[in-house]
């Protein structure tokens, strides 16, 4: 398990660089340049060129590239072209709203995806299967930020039961924090938890009809002990695959519910730093959100490698 | 003689036959007024083509499926009655062993807690009794304990198989259902676990009901054989006069349907097999007997009357009119010679009774 762990970092760090030159040529290619939107159009020729010489803009793009790696590698993720801020200062003070919002709805996605898909393949073709398989199939036909406005409308506006907006950090008010985070991941988790329940009920299905449910049966197990403990497991290991891919999903829906919510997260702040072109920032966001996706990916193939035992290195 | 360790009388198995939406719809009778007895230290095989209601028996018994009516007295006590499940004392005495050893075991557990899982719901013991008992019982079935910690993935189909022996073993039951245990397995391994089922029951003193197709098989490991047709036992009877002397003609056909080693014969055979009526009949039969539209020498009674069990010389029962006494000519006088197994040598030819 160590060894794989092991391999699993080195190979990100490839793929760190590959994605790193990717956007570092995207924003170097835009046809239209921040200085302008800087300073807009009263300026003149030379500041215009004194402020693309502070920014570094005049070196060539190799020149550029490694000197953002170089600091990049030690953690400075350099600086926004319009506030002095520091890139990695802005996306962490950002990043809480946004990995709680995508925690509690794999959470949400989890419980609910896994409940239903259990629920309908223990009894197949019963009115829960066909429940489940309607709800599914509404709860992927819908878009969650759709979802989400509705579900604001109806709890945050009519019922008043949650606030419409805003974000309380955890360490503030943990339950203010529960309150303002419960129906944005309502909105994301629902609908990512239909494909989820769908995974698991055909694995469900199909590890109920192997011979070892039956000879656990024979045995005289109960039932819990037969599903739970035989049959779960093993049909997980399809459903890990699928809620790694989710999670990512979840991530990126995130970005998107935070707008419905005004929730101050990585969202925001993406959209703004892509508007004014603020290329360090955009930089710094897409590197930094790669890492957690890889980390996602990581942690998904030491759980896969924990149920699964032919995934394991010999 | 001794009591008998399971009596099944009459025993039905349906399926499906649930009202749905106030209809009532008609279930299909996997099993119908079966009748068998297993007695301790005895060998009972059951054969029949697929579909025959050879399964349905063994799920039945081993409390999988409900029977829907007749009596299965096991040791003393009814399991039909048992509509929710066996209790623990019961179920102890009741292992099973499964064809295929590659679905059979659980993927995600160690062959340590495969073999142990048994022990750990039914009998109070540390752990590491437990593991000391897995030890042991790995050596039962050939394997080095070395295995334990191993996963069912790491092994072949025949060490799979003696893992699952293993873990039916565990409790030291009074009863092991094998169903097809060896034909998902080469004929080499295949020989190495029907010598290990044999040297096991004869150590312990237990009981198999084995359910295969292979009569060659049957017939060397079990001391008698059973025959099922559309969920009916039509034959029963001591091992050797069942495989030798078959007094009904689906038992008859099933030994047919062994290949001979002689071409000629073989060729012969097939002519015969031919020329008899197609295979593909309605396979319900309410009323007459369930075989009549296969059977080559069934006769008028046989679609107005269901043939009752009668006795059989050299033993057993069959279900057939043609073994009346004031019946037409019974079945094994008009066969053709060297209709049987490859190891049948002239067998005696069985005389109207």
Redesign the interface.
């Known amino acids: 398990m160590i060894k794989l762990v092991g391999q699993r970092l080195l190979a990100m760090v490839p793929l760190l660089l590959i994605v790193s030159i990717l956007t570092f040529s995207f924003t170097a290619l835009l046809p239209s340049d921040p200085v302008d939107l800087i300073i807009g159009d009263r300026g003149s020729n030379e500041q215009h060129e004194q402020v693309r010489e502070r920014l570094g803009l005049n070196d060539p793009f190799v020149t550029r590239y490694l000197d953002w790696l170089g600091r990049a590698v030690q953690g400075d993720l350099g600086t926004s072209f319009f506030n002095s801020v520091r890139v990695t200062d802005a996306v962490l003070l950002r990043m809480p709203a946004t990995l709680s919002l995508t925690f509690a709805s794999v959470l949400i996605s989890v419980v609910v995806g896994l409940g239903a898909g259990v629920a309908a393949a223990l009894r197949p073709r019963s009115w829960i299967d066909r429940l489940a398989t309607f709800g599914a199939t509404i709860g992927q036909a819908i878009p969650n930020f759709w979802f989400g406005l509705i579900l604001a409308s109806v709890f945050a506006v009519t019922l008043r039961w949650f606030p419409a907006t805003g974000y309380v950090p955890l360490g503030e008010n943990p339950l203010g924090w529960l309150l303002s985070i419960t129906l944005p991941a309502l909105a994301l988790g629902l609908s990512t938890s239909a494909a989820l329940a769908r995974q698991v009920r055909s694995a469900m299905v199909g590890v109920l009809q ?3 449910i ?8 109960s039932s819990r ?1 037969v599903i739970f403990r ?1 049959a779960l ?2 049909a997980l ?1 399809p459903v890990v695959t699928v809620l790694s891919f989710q999670i990512t999903v979840l991530l990126g829906g995130a970005l998107i519910v935070e707008q419905v919510y005004a929730i101050n997260g990585i969202g925001s702040l993406a959209i703004a730093a892509v508007r004014q072109q603020d290329i360090p920032m955009i930089q710094g966001i897409v590197l930094i959100l790669v890492l957690v996706v890889m980390g996602v990916q990581l942690a998904t193939d030491i759980v896969y490698g924990l ?4 995934a394991r290195p010999a | 003689m001794t009591d008998p360790l399971l009596q099944i009388e009459d025993l039905t198995v349906t399926y499906g036959g649930r009202s749905l939406l106030g209809l009532k719809t008609r279930g299909v009778d996997a099993v119908k007024g079966a009748n068998l007895t297993i007695r301790p230290g005895e060998t009972l095989g059951l054969v029949g083509e697929s579909g025959s209601g050879k399964s349905s028996i063994a ?1 039945t018994l ?3 499926v409900p029977a829907s009516s007749g009596r299965m007295m096991f040791d003393g006590t009814d399991l039909a009655q048992m509509k929710d ?2 209790p ?1 004392v019961v ?2 005495k ?3 062993v ?3 050893p590659y ?7 160690t062959v340590e807690q495969i073999v142990t ?2 022990l750990k ?2 009998a109070t013991m540390t752990r590491a009794d437990r593991r000391a008992r897995a030890a042991e019982l790995l050596r039962m079935v050939n394997l080095p304990e070395t295995h334990l910690p191993r ?1 069912p ?1 790491e092994f072949s189909g025949g060490q799979r198989q003696r893992i ?1 022996i293993a ?1 039916a073993l565990a409790l030291q039951p009074k009863l092991i ?1 094998l169903d097809e245990p060896v034909s998902a397995l080469d004929v080499s391994t295949q020989n190495q676990i029907i010598n290990l089922l044999y040297e096991r029951r004869d150590a312990t003193g237990m009981s198999y009901l084995l359910i295969a197709h292979d009569l060659a098989l049957v017939h060397h490991i079990s001391d008698r054989i059973a025959v099922m047709y559309l969920g009916h036992i039509v034959e029963e009877g001591p091992a050797d006069r069942v495989y030798h002397q078959p007094a009904h003609p689906y038992t008859r056909a099933l030994l047919d349907a062994v290949p001979l080693l002689d071409p000629e014969r073989q060729r012969a055979r097939r002519a015969a097999r031919r020329a008899a009526p197609p295979t593909d009949l309605p396979r319900i039969a309410v009323q007459g007997c369930p075989y009549r539209h296969r059977c080559p020498r069934a006769i008028d009674r046989c679609r107005s009357e269901s043939p009752r069990a009668l006795a059989v010389p050299g033993g057993g029962t069959a279900e057939c009119h043609l073994l009346e006494p004031s019946g037409t000519t019974p079945p094994a006088q008009q066969t053709t010679p060297g209709a049987k197994g490859p190891a049948s040598n002239t067998p005696p030819r069985k005389e109207p009774a």
């Open positions: 192997q011979d070892y039956r000879a656990a049966r024979a045995q005289g197990l002990r035989h497991k093993n290991v149920i699964n035992p032919k | 799920n081993l409390g999988l499940g066996y623990d179920r102890r009741i292992q099973a499964f064809q295929d679905s059979s075991l659980n993927p995600s557990m899982e048994p719901i039914h996963y993935n699952a873990a259902v």
